[in-house]
C-alpha cells in the first residue's frame, strides 16, 4: 500500500519532496527498501546502494518512525533527511 500510494500521496497534499534517499531496512535483512527522489517522483524500491541516511529496525517499527511515532527504529546518517521525509509524510 505504502509503495503504490507514496506517489500520490506527497503532490496530492501538495507537500515537498526531499532531495535525500532514505534507506529502511530490518536487523535481519529480510525487509530492505529505498525511498527517494531522484526521478522528481517519491519512490520506493528494493535499490540497496548506500542511502543519505539509513533506518533499521522492524518493519513495524520503520513505518512508526516515518509517521513519527515512538519506536526501536535507530538512524545512521543525516538526521535531517528522516525529518524530511518525515515533513513531507506526516506533515
Same mark, same amino acid.
Given at each position: 500500500?505504502?509503495? +503504490?500510494?507514496?506517489? *500520490?500521496?506527497?503532490?496530492?497534499?501538495?507537500?515537498?519532496?526531499?532531495?535525500?534517499?532514505? +534507506?529502511?531496512?530490518?536487523?535481519?535483512?529480510? *525487509?530492505?527498501?529505498?525511498? !527517494?527522489?531522484?526521478?522528481?517522483?517519491? $519512490?520506493?524500491?528494493?535499490?540497496?546502494?548506500?542511502?543519505?541516511?539509513?533506518?533499521?529496525? +522492524?518493519?513495524?517499527?520503520?513505518?512508526?518512525?516515518? %509517521? $513519527?511515532?515512538?519506536?526501536?527504529?535507530?538512524?545512521?546518517?543525516?538526521?535531517?533527511?528522516?525529518?524530511? %521525509?518525515?515533513?513531507?509524510? !506526516?506533515?
Amino acid at each position: 500500500m505504502f509503495k +503504490a500510494a507514496l506517489p *500520490y500521496i506527497l503532490p496530492f497534499l501538495d507537500r515537498p519532496v526531499p532531495a535525500h534517499s532514505l +534507506a529502511l531496512r530490518s536487523p535481519d535483512g529480510t *525487509y530492505n527498501r529505498r525511498v !527517494d527522489a531522484a526521478s522528481g517522483q517519491p $519512490r520506493l524500491t528494493h535499490d540497496r546502494t548506500p542511502a543519505d541516511a539509513t533506518l533499521t529496525g +522492524a518493519p513495524s517499527d520503520l513505518l512508526l518512525t516515518l %509517521w $513519527r511515532r515512538d519506536n526501536a527504529a535507530t538512524l545512521t546518517g543525516d538526521p535531517a533527511v528522516l525529518a524530511a %521525509w518525515q515533513q513531507a509524510i !506526516d506533515g
